[in-house]
């Protein structure tokens, strides 16, 4: 399967702690993703990159989280001093050129991240 | 700012159709789409819209009213597979700042029953 990887699936940790994140996509796009999700909502927008540029960032990303491209393939993630309101499933999305019309995001599995 | 509202649940009987409803309101418009999500699953592409009218794929089509801020997904022949979550998404603009970033809905929990 050559589908967009994500890892850890699962990350538990205290609050105040740091976590790492990493996205492998799909090895032809250079357009990449991240969202959070939680339960009951939709996926909110984090950030994007095109190749190694981060492009846009969210308001919701504020200066505890930091995401890389550092050579335009996979992606970290990055939030330190974690809060209880960072519990969230952390989705990483990778796409195309052609498919920036169609919207077509091609998702990976996530990162669920529980903060005690 | 963009708000979406759709139907939070929903349950149709396998064999059936039915049809989610998305409303929309956005300061820029460029496109609406619907993803479908499996209960512990990743999101899924199932079409877009950027034109008015109905795009037909499948057992799926999703229609659009640009004037109406409104959209709908119809499903046919219902599967008990299709009981999944419906997310309506829409993208602001399609150049400068907002234009990579898809807003979604909180989803629509369809039930499919025999």
């Known amino acids: 399967d050559t589908g967009v990887s994500q890892d850890p699936r699962h990350k538990i940790t205290k609050r105040g702690q740091n976590v790492t994140f990493r996205c492998d996509p799909i090895?032809?796009?250079?357009?990449l993703y991240w969202y959070r999700q939680t339960l009951g909502q939709g996926p909110e927008f984090l950030t994007y990159?095109?190749?190694?540029?981060?492009?846009?960032k969210s308001r919701l990303l504020s200066d505890r989280f930091s995401a890389e491209r550092p050579k335009g393939s996979f992606s970290t993630l990055e939030i330190q001093r974690t809060e209880q309101g960072d519990s969230a499933m952390y989705l990483c999305?990778?796409?195309?050129?052609?498919?920036?019309?169609?919207?077509?995001?091609?998702f990976g599995e996530g990162s669920r991240l529980t903060v005690l | 700012g963009q708000n979406i509202d759709q139907p939070t649940e929903m349950t149709a009987t396998e064999g059936a159709i039915v049809q989610i409803n998305c409303t929309y309101q956005?300061?820029?418009?460029?496109?609406l789409f619907w993803y479908q999500q499996h209960a512990g699953e990743a999101p899924t592409f199932l079409s877009y819209?950027?034109?008015?009218g109905l795009e037909e794929k499948g057992r799926f089509s999703s229609f659009l009213s640009r004037s109406k801020g409104y959209s709908y997904l119809l499903l046919k022949e219902l599967q008990m597979k299709d009981s999944a979550s419906y997310l309506c998404?829409?993208?602001?603009?399609?150049?400068?700042?907002?234009?990579?970033?898809?807003?979604f809905g909180k989803g629509t929990k369809l039930s499919v029953i025999p």
């Open positions: 956005t300061s820029g418009f460029n496109g």
């Open positions: 990159f095109q190749n190694e540029a981060q492009l846009e």
């Open positions: 999305a990778s796409s195309f050129d052609r498919q920036v019309y169609t919207g077509e995001l091609f």
């Open positions: 819209n950027v034109l008015d």
């Open positions: 090895s032809e796009h250079n357009r």
């Open positions: 998404a829409v993208r602001g603009t399609y150049s400068g700042a907002g234009s990579y970033q898809l807003t």
